[in-house]
């Protein structure tokens, strides 16, 4: 994509379509961190000492275990700590830990250190009070510390963490307390004022707050508050079995690589079943590989694509605090698929055609299981051909048949036919046709797998509408995550997107599609105008003799090699004005533009720094009789997936 940066310029006002139907989801979202209730847990007493600044040492007991809210940097300098089925040792880099109350609690158990039967106990003291020296805690600390000490202790460091994307999503107004609760709060319903925050983005305490046990407050200082176990990750013996189970099979390897796939309604638990999973295999692997096909509550990505990612280091936070670029991408442009199943199934028989074979596969699939998602999953099973499914749903679930192989084998798909149908729906897509069966004929092998079944027991489970968080929330928080990654990583305060420098793209440079409805060409400027795009690479060379746009006239397959802002589109220059944060040298091969169902998040508008008067794109007066200003669905028929150029002069 050949591209120049240039000055900001401010872009004309346009209307919005009136307050987004999440709107009130928001301030119900915001509204909830005052009421959380951070208290800590009961048991056995914490042991924790003020480091230096920013830091705290924690001694944890044999097999004890701290949930917490927060976040820090967790370094384990003797022993060895469990944290999201990931093993820390003394060994290993620090690692950021991300405990928002928007997903279960984190919890840091430790765990018995691997060292010899008859270990001199002298020798073990003196390697913990090294490694604090080595680490420069004080010298008061260390003394308070190996008083306490034993062999069988888990010694951690607790830093401070502050990231780019960190900041970035705390300097947004309904998100200022993600990772900041308060110790001592009143009971769930209380209306306590946000705490106050230090210049580096730490809590500072109130002088009407109550007292809180020393231990705590030194947690505190540091951006962590023990909570409840009831708040963390509960897991039930079904799922304790199967996390067994797939991690022998994963580390054997007797009869081929894993391929495991993961199903289940909607917050049923499937997104923490797979984070705990791959931590646990990482603890064994180099590398595990993971397909997303969740396209409304993606993993590593902004919502409506699917990729596949080689995960070599644990993830222990939520989606919006470790986007990355996947190893293979592609953007389908919507948070569901009910519209367009054939170009779904086009998109991920593409993607996971980039699948080697080389080390184990963790395929995380949607919560739409019940009539048309039922049948799609099923075709799902038979183009994935996975090794092991893993079925997760309540014990009075009636609405998802088991995926037995036999079952599997014998019922009929969305476009695959079953052993006793006699005709299945026919695909005329040409990533399907391998698919096909001719009249009569049955499909030839009945799919070799093992099913494992999991009943979750954590509170809710199953129960969409109980959600912690709802699902356009987490969305649009996949989307601020992302776009914390344009903040300068030494900033010292946070830059409003609106200052920094777009690049500029020449219409005629980049190929133009709206994927999700059709937009006539005259109007193909207005859709584009401060629209979330992704940026993507397809194998045509762009030709166009007049300055363009250049519009495609079908969705193509293509690879997606990350996503920006449409910042402003100048007519007279007839160039694109993007924001993005995908570095130059991947921007080179960009040479189409895919604008989908998938919003800027409102807040990137009207909670930006720095504004003064008219904000640019928002309006309080929107006439939604006007026809076209309501959110249309239009079901796709299937078609021949091809696509043509089209230069337009307007």
């Not at 900001?8 to 009136?18: E, M, N, T």
């Amino acid at each position: 994509m050949p591209a120049r940066r240039v000055r900001p310029r401010r872009v004309p006002s346009r209307c919005a379509a009136g307050e987004r139907r999440d709107e009130a989801a928001w301030r119900e979202f915001a509204a909830s961190f005052r009421r959380v209730d951070a208290v800590p847990p009961g048991g056995a007493e914490l042991a924790a000492v003020e480091a230096a600044e920013g830091a705290a040492v924690l001694l944890l007991g044999p097999r004890q275990v701290v949930t917490f809210s927060g976040k820090c940097r967790l370094s384990c300098l003797f022993g060895a700590v469990r944290v999201g089925g990931f093993h820390v040792e003394p060994h290993q880099p620090p690692l950021p830990l991300l405990s928002p109350p928007t997903h279960c609690a984190l919890s840091m158990e430790a765990l018995p250190a691997a060292r010899p039967a008859h270990s001199d106990p002298r020798q073990l003291r003196s390697a913990a009070r090294s490694a604090l020296r080595a680490h420069r805690v004080r010298r008061q600390a260390r003394l308070r510390v190996m008083a306490r000490f034993s062999p069988e202790c888990a010694v951690l460091l607790l830093r401070h963490l502050d990231t780019a994307v960190t900041r970035f999503l705390l300097s947004l107004p309904p998100l200022c307390r993600l990772f900041q609760p308060r110790v001592g709060l009143g009971p769930p319903g209380s209306s306590a004022a946000p705490t106050p925050r230090r210049p580096d983005g730490r809590s500072a305490r109130r002088h009407d707050e109550p007292d809180v046990p020393a231990e705590a407050a030194v947690l505190a200082a540091v951006g962590v508050v023990p909570c409840g176990p009831e708040r963390g990750l509960l897991l039930s013996d079904s799922t304790r079995g199967a996390l067994q189970e797939l991690l022998r099979v994963c580390c054997e390897e007797d009869e081929g690589v894993p391929v495991i796939m993961v199903c289940g309604p909607k917050s049923i638990g499937k997104s923490t079943f797979n984070r705990y999973l791959i931590n646990l295999l990482l603890n064994h692997l180099p590398s595990v590989e993971y397909m997303e096909c969740d396209i409304g509550q993606t993993e590593f990505t902004p919502p409506g694509c699917v990729s596949l990612s080689n995960v070599t280091e644990p993830f222990l936070g939520p989606p919006y605090t470790h986007q990355r670029t996947p190893r293979k991408m592609v953007y389908y442009g919507q948070s569901s698929c009910e519209q367009d199943t054939e170009r779904y199934i086009d998109v991920v028989k593409y993607v996971f055609s980039s699948y080697r074979k080389e080390v184990p596969l963790v395929i995380n699939t949607m919560g739409w299981v019940k009539g048309e998602g039922l049948l799609l999953l099923t075709d799902m099973i038979r183009l994935l051909s996975p090794t092991h499914v893993v079925q997760m749903d309540v014990y009075d679930w009636k609405a998802m048949a088991p995926l037995t192989p036999e079952n599997v084998h014998l019922a009929p798909g969305l476009y695959t036919k079953g052993k006793q149908q006699a005709k299945g729906k026919r695909m005329e897509l040409s990533a399907a046709e391998g698919w096909k069966c001719s009249e009569g004929e049955e499909d030839a092998s009945a799919p070799e797998y093992k099913l494992l079944y999991i009943h979750p027991e954590f509170p809710g489970a199953g129960a969409a509408g109980e959600a912690r968080v709802h699902s356009s929330i987490l969305r649009d928080m996949s989307i601020l995550g992302y776009l914390g990654q344009l903040q300068p990583p030494d900033a010292a305060s946070v830059l409003p997107l609106h200052s920094l420098v777009p690049y500029q793209v020449p219409f005629n440079a980049v190929a133009l599609r709206v994927i999700h409805t059709d937009v006539a060409p005259t109007n193909i400027m207005y859709a584009v105008n401060a629209s979330w795009v992704g940026l993507c690479r397809i194998p045509d060379e762009i030709r166009c003799q007049s300055a363009g746009p250049v519009l495609l006239t079908q969705t193509p397959i293509c690879d997606c090699l990350g996503f920006g802002i449409v910042r402003g589109v100048d007519m007279e220059k007839h160039l694109y004005h993007i924001l993005t944060p995908v570095p130059p040298q991947s921007l080179r091969a960009v040479n189409c533009l895919l604008l989908g169902n998938i919003a800027v998040p409102n807040c990137v508008f009207v909670s930006q720094e720095g504004i003064e008067g008219e904000i640019p794109y928002v309006t309080s007066e929107y006439n939604y009789s006007i026809l076209g200003s309501g959110k249309l669905r239009k079901k796709h028929h299937p078609k021949k997936r091809e696509y043509t150029l089209q230069c337009d002069d307007t």
